[in-house]
């Protein structure tokens, strides 16, 4: 094996061993145990076992004084749910144009989990944490109950009455909406426009103008295809258009095995380190004002090599440009180039470019368009116009809210008062909804009917999965009653396919059935969709010509970088705990808003963090100035600070309001089109003001055990499949040999099934879907951002984000190169079910177990909290409950789903709520196993594999997780796996990148990890 030369940190405290962090990591709970009266000097053990102590006789008295609660059967049974039985429904999940295809599992008429639909040609199974989160917001209080006319609650026929009334008399009507993607709610809508002769306005808060002005359309992107990725700035694994469906692709192009041993290469220019930019082979931190110059320095060096006209552009000296064209034109046709920026002149060349290569028609398809994003930046900024000038009568907010994510909010919050009506859709009395005379609150999107469009030829349907919560009504069946139509929109939606999409199906006998079957589906996919006659061509100089007056190859000013966090997003759904609590996965920060600096403005102003402690910094653009914590970011590039929206939320209720600052407020509209580069007029400097933010990974280190991750490039890979893998041994009786082969356990028989779980580690992209899926699924409760500092997160599943630089740094100046641009690694870490367990041989009242099936279970109410299992856990995945987080007003603001009646309707009921002074940690999901073994035994059948899947692995949109029987030879993750037929404890596995993280220690996990291979050459490893 090829000696490992790389150092592997999680922050910049372990890199540098900062004295406090090493001081920390050398105890097992370094914050101060939470009794009262402690000593100068803190708690000690005995003070802990006294509260304990304490606990555990105060909830036996309560047990014994509980009140009797007698269960009240159904009188008449709905035909549909059958108690403990889940039911599930296809529907789709859409919000200001983020899409995807799902399924909503019920529980006794309640959504409680979403998963993706399989079905879907675009989203192919694959969610998001947002997507997975959503359902949380069915259940938010700051639900708006009923109408409101004038600040006072109404009813619909009233509501009904004022808005025909005030707009029949009030003219020049707009309607304001992000992008719709619902032909049915668009031909609804355009039957209220024509009512009252009123313009649609579309706007996205964050735009894709840019790339519809350049090539008349959005184009379908296929990363699948490309063998070849470059992409300048676009975080389409994260958060850029379809994020879920362009993970789906990416990850194929990322699995590799000894008999297809061949990976796209993926190059990434950009200036916040995102997403996308750390999965990347080769990254490049480059600043916003040399965005457009590298576009162009890319399409020059292409046209030189096809024979094509160079353009004029300022010479621009940027790292692996000229490698990315070599690859792109050795890959012509199998390639793809991207960019973020929302300029249209940087599309008109990114399109030449993708034209250059024969890309187009191939991996970017301008055919079949893409309507993820229809917003028009120059129609809504002369809408502000004209609502300012007092020359709109009447405006409708469509499910919107352009106080807040409109760069122009502020003029917008005072035009509303200058029109003669103003009305909102709005769930909620949000920053745009409490300024309007009436609110007609839609349903959430589980409680509604709908349709989708999201590409020319795919469809896909919504349906109710539970009854209305409150007096709130569909705001498509508003704008219809408005319009004069009675018509109900299940009707008018059954109404709509039936004269559309039905016809030509005369393989299907009627429409009824038709319609069960798409509904069934929750997709439907046309034939008949025809192909838009969209090129995407522009004139190229024109475009060189306008990028060569707004970018600079050499701009000395401090630039800004707006841009979105994956699970926060733009902000709409960030009321929601489980999104805030949710770790970003590049800074591991939660609960929270700053600014991303480089080491060099670390270093030039002498500053460095230390465990989240970190100093304000104040930033000013323009005429605005806001103090935010600085968190010094590895891989922002020289010059630039990076800042996210989705804070600074005033309206959107108590978990979101007061985090952060708006940073909508700071996007540049002076060229025409929303940009979220700001390369003039921007300082910032330091304020001396100390601040703590809440990061989870700093909290852990292991201690100079390198082989936690395991790597190698794609060329020693196909020279040898086990590159890159450390294999210990241990000398036993004069030889040396694995540590499996010395065991002081006898070792575990299964008779029946064995559970084990694969990880790739090349195809994990680090989204952190399965951080949210496994929180909703099994009712991990959300401790807030105190507890987060006091390091007591109580996530089962996390994704630990490595950064990785050459071994040998000698002296700080070496440690700031390395800090430069790292490369990163995600690893998915929970509990790894150990065969050999450290944790079952230490818990002195046998709570921790191993099953017969492989498991190591908990068993909750027999645990005392002596937290021994947590101590003896070398992966340090174990949870302590400090505090009864149910039922808990200190607890109410942040943990949402276990302190309210409504909330509570969320948690699963196949697993317990715990209570304080217990451990937890992940069960596999055992209550899914069980299901799944319950509902095989009552068919009298065998398991089918992939029938039981753990929540992680369900969410997973790039399929990094394998879940399955070890025991089954024909299961996916014994093939991945390649495991031998065996019942025996420690399987012979035979995949050569699959290995055991801390193997040496012997302690036989059910986990397996596959090495992580990179695409670049073998001498820039």
Known sequence: MKENNKTYWNGFEQLTNDPEFVKKAEREFPEELPTNGASEGGSS??????????????????????????AIPYVNKPVDINPSVPNYYASTFASGGDYASIVVKTREGRPIKIEGNKLSAITQGGVSAVVEASVLSLYDKQRLTGPMVDGQQSDWPTVDSEVVFRLRNAGNVRVVTNTLISPSTESALQEFAGSFGAEVVTYDPVSNYGIIKAGGALPSYRFDKADVIVSFGADFLGTWI??????????????ISKENPN??????????MSLTGANADYRTPIKASQNGLAVLALYNLLARRGGAAAVNAAAVEIPHLEKAAEELWANRGRSIVVAGSNDPNVQVVINAINDLLGNSGETVDFSKPAYFRKGNDEQMNQFVTDLNAGRVGGVVFFNC????????????AEGIEKAGVSISTNETLNETASLVQIVAPDHHYLESWNDFNPKAGEYSLSQPTITPLFNTRQAQESF?????????YYDYLQTSWSNGLFSGQNE????????????????????????ASVSGTGNVSGAASEIGRTYSADNANVELVIYQKVGIGNGYHSNNPWLQEMPDPITKVTWDNYLTVSQNWAAENNFKMSEGNTKMGRITVGNKTYTLPVVVQPGQAVGTVGLAVGYGRTKAGRVADGIGINAYELVDLSRGYNNFEITEGVTLELVNDNYKLPQTQTANTYMGRQFVVQEATLGEYREDASAGRYKPQVYAEGEFVKPSKISLWKGHKYSQHHWGLAIDMN???????CTVACQVENNVAVVGKQEVLNRREMAWIRIDRYYSSEAGADSYQDLERAAANPEVVFQPMMCQHCNNAPCETVCPVVATTHSSEGLNQMTYNRCIGTRYCANNCPYKVRRFNWFKYHDNKDFAAVNVAQNSDLGKMVLNPDVTVRSRGVMEKCTMCVQRIQAGKLSAKRENRKIEDGEINVACAVACPTDALVFGDMNDPNSKVSQVLKIEESIEAVKEVNEERAYHVLEEINVSPNVWYFTKIRNKDKNEA
């Open 480 to 488: 219809l009653a408005w319009s004069g139509n009675n018509t109900s």
């Open 401 to 412: 809210n352009p106080v807040y994510d409109h760069a122009r909010g502020a003029e917008i």
């Open 242 to 255: 379809s994020p879920i469906e362009f993970a789906k692709q990416y990850s194929k192009g990322r699995k």
């Open 508 to 531: 299907i006998g009627n429409f009824q059935e038709f319609w069960d079957r798409a509904l069934y589906n929750g997709v439907f996919t046309s034939e008949n969709a025809g192909s």
């Open 263 to 272: 990976m796209s290469r993926h190059f990434h220019f950009e200036s916040n």
């Open 45 to 70: 053990r005995r003070d802990f076992l006294k509260v304990m102590g304490f606990s555990l006789a105060a909830a036996s008295l309560a047990a014994c004084e509980a009140p009797v609660r007698k």
């Open 763 to 769: 195809s994990c992209i680090g989204c952190g879907a």
